[in-house]
């Protein structure tokens, strides 16, 4: 996770609508791929001891709208568009239709549009250091380019 989020936490009740806009992130180019589900099911897993809360698969996708005074918090909302752009990310790409759901997510939970840009540098650089350490440059110079 980004050090940012250290201290960001969500309820349960923010986890499970998290969930579910990631859910619809991974829907927007058709179908989602297993890289955009194990991501997600990640991030509810380790939110929560599971015991009491919906199991993963019930989870179906839902647009912005219904959850816009679900995040009170700025870092709540971070946390929830960051996510959503890694989930974009997940299949190797980052769409234009990707990008338009996500910035429609984040209107939707009361995000202004220039922070969305910040957090997309944010999510970049923070995928190009899980590269960083690795001996072949060429490689990691060659992710950085096809990041943007």
């Known amino acids: 996770?980004?050090?940012l989020f250290a201290?960001?936490?969500l309820a349960t009740d923010q986890t499970i609508a998290a969930t579910r806009l990631m859910l619809h992130i991974a829907h927007v180019d058709g179908a989602q791929t297993a890289e955009e589900v194990a991501l997600i099911r990640s991030f509810?897993?380790?939110?929560?001891d599971g015991a009491t809360w919906p199991d993963?698969?019930?989870l179906q996708p839902v647009r912005a709208g219904e959850f816009s005074q679900t995040f009170g918090e700025p870092a709540q909302r971070d946390l929830v568009v960051a996510f959503c752009l890694m989930v974009a990310y997940?299949?190797?790409t980052l769409s234009a239709d990707e990008l338009s759901a996500v910035a429609a997510v984040a209107a939707g939970?009361?995000?202004p549009p220039a922070r969305v840009d910040e957090l997309l540098a944010l999510v970049?650089?923070?995928m190009l250091a899980q590269f960083a350490r690795l001996p072949d440059a060429a490689s990691v110079a060659t992710v950085a380019r096809e990041l943007g």
């Open 7 to 9: 201290n960001a936490s």
């Open 109 to 111: 939970i009361g995000m």
């Open 1 to 3: 996770m980004f050090p």
């Open 44 to 48: 509810y897993e380790g939110a929560g």
């Open 56 to 58: 993963f698969a019930s």
């Open 124 to 126: 970049k650089d923070h």
């Open 90 to 92: 997940a299949d190797g």
